[in-house]
């Protein structure tokens, strides 16, 4: 017998007498060691089940796949952290990471798919888990420091400020009709000369136009003379004052009067002169011409004083207001501007351009302002009292609804409906739903808005319908929504 089979054979003599020992022993078993078998048969249990080919496909039970293959057990021992910790997470709808609970893991694409467990999309991305007391019932959304850092969020309180409100129209420059005025004969003329002035000439008030002969004028004249150098009359003031008023009728000019007064002689030709200071806009007197009454010499106009006539939207009239400060800036002066108030706002809107006129009046000492210039306007229609306010970039507008996102403080935001007044200068009035010191986020809030829509959309989900644990394929653990 070789040296190895006596071997084996001595050693099976030794554990039948220990068998033996032990049967024949009062002694009670070792509880300790036979804990620790236990212990390590549960340790060597499987976890949970995953598809033979490595699919993200996992399965709390034995499973075989279509083609008739098993699942593959994967123990505690070998389980990697991209894999799935846990299948009973199915059950409970929560795990724990660290010291964070986590309630589901939700697609990373943002897709309405949630899982009790950690998984992998088709295009091989983890899915995001959700944390206790990031979706709170409050509707706020709540955001890690680094991802508040990297979308760049800020905010700022809501603050008392006056907001300025411009409205921007176009125009032109329109004459001022009480400053126009046009010189006519009232009887029957003839020009005997005319003076050295011309279309477009600027004129002073009583400088000389033309010389008129008028024979209603010159009777009129010889009588008012005889009137008041006629011993039986002269000291009678109803004679002389009647005979006067013809002439003045006449529309002779007082100057020329005067001159009849003093020389106590009729002249040949009356000398007509300019009755305001202007330009001449208008010249038709022609040397020798006869002038019927009523036919228009001379046209001028006074421009120091003009108008601006500007075209504002039918949509812009609720902010206009007579008296508001309008600035007007010409084509033709880049880099100036003129000052003017609103004077008249006409009662009618145009059907075709719905469009209302306005009236501005505008100094133009310098005279740079010419009639059918075009100008641009600007109507300050800013209210001087302050009111709550927040930047433009705040509001979240829908169309229908308008909200802003209140920053809690610690990476929560909460979004707040609002009621939405006067806009100017880059901010918006907030007539309701906001107090004044209110942290309101103004940048970035397109991200949170977003992450807020998703929450919101995750939560229908795990509304609509629990997870269930016993999913016989275990590929989704999601809640459909009716």
């Known amino acids: ?69 098993d699942y593959v057990a994967v123990p505690a021992a070998v389980d990697a952290p991209e894999q799935p910790a846990t ?27 949630t899982s009790a467990v950690p998984k992998k999309d088709s295009m091989g991305m983890d899915y995001i888990p959700v944390y206790e007391g990031e979706d709170s019932d409050d509707g706020s959304v709540k955001l890690s420091p680094g991802r508040i850092q990297r979308s760049g969020v800020k905010s700022e309180p809501a603050e008392r400020r006056q907001i300025r409100t411009l409205v921007r129209v176009p125009g032109t420059i329109q004459l001022d009709e009480r400053r126009v005025s046009v010189v006519a004969m009232r009887a029957e003329s003839y020009v005997q000369k005319v003076a050295d002035v011309t279309t477009g000439s600027r004129v002073a008030k009583g400088q000389p136009l033309m010389d008129i002969y008028s024979s209603a004028v010159s009777s009129a004249a010889a009588e008012y003379l005889a009137t008041i150098t006629s ?26 009067i005067a001159e009849m007064e003093k020389s106590r002689a009729v002249p040949i030709t009356i000398q007509w002169s300019s009755p305001r200071d202007g330009i001449v806009l208008q010249r038709n007197a022609i040397e ?3 002038a019927q009454p009523g036919d228009v010499l001379f046209r001028i106009a006074d421009i120091s004083l003009v108008w601006a006539i500007v075209d504002v939207a039918e949509r812009d009239l609720g902010n206009v207001a007579v008296g508001q400060p309008v600035t007007v800036r010409a084509r033709s002066h880049p880099g100036r501007s003129f000052k003017g108030r609103i004077s008249v706002i006409y009662p009618q809107v145009n059907k075709e351009t719905r469009t209302a006129r306005v009236r501005i009046e505008l100094e133009n000492a310098d005279l740079a302002l010419l009639p059918d210039m075009y100008v641009d306007a600007e109507i300050d229609t800013g209210n001087p009292a302050p009111v709550l306010a927040v930047a433009e970039s705040a509001v ?17 935001f909460e979004p707040r409906e609002v009621k939405l007044g006067r806009r100017g200068d880059g901010y918006v009035e907030i007539r309701d739903g906001l107090a004044e010191g209110d942290a309101i986020v103004t940048s970035a809030n397109f991200l949170i808005d977003a992450e807020s829509n998703l929450k919101a959309a995750l939560k229908g989900f795990n509304e609509a319908g629990p997870m269930q644990a016993d999913n016989p394929t275990g590929e989704k653990a999601i809640g459909v929504k009716p």
């Open 1 to 69: 017998m070789s040296r190895s089979r006596l071997i084996g054979a001595a050693a099976a003599i030794l554990a039948a007498a220990g068998a033996g020992l032990f049967a024949g022993s009062a002694l009670p078993p070792d509880n300790g060691r036979l804990l620790s078998a236990a212990g390590a048969a549960d340790a060597s249990a499987p976890l949970y089940y995953q598809d033979p080919d490595g699919k993200p496909l996992y399965s709390p039970t034995p499973k075989k796949t279509e083609d008739g293959r």
């Open 87 to 113: 299948m009973n997470a199915a059950k409970n709808a929560a795990t724990t990471q660290g010291d964070r609970k986590i309630k589901y893991y939700r697609n990373p694409m943002g897709l309405p798919d």
């Open 231 to 256: 011993k039986a009359t002269a000291g009678i003031e109803p004679y002389g004052r009647g005979s006067r008023q013809r002439l003045v009728n006449l529309d002779v000019p007082e100057p020329a």
């Open 288 to 290: 020798g011409m006869r």
């Open 396 to 412: 979240l507008d829908t169309g229908s609804r308008q909200a802003v996102l209140i920053d809690k403080g610690q990476g929560r």
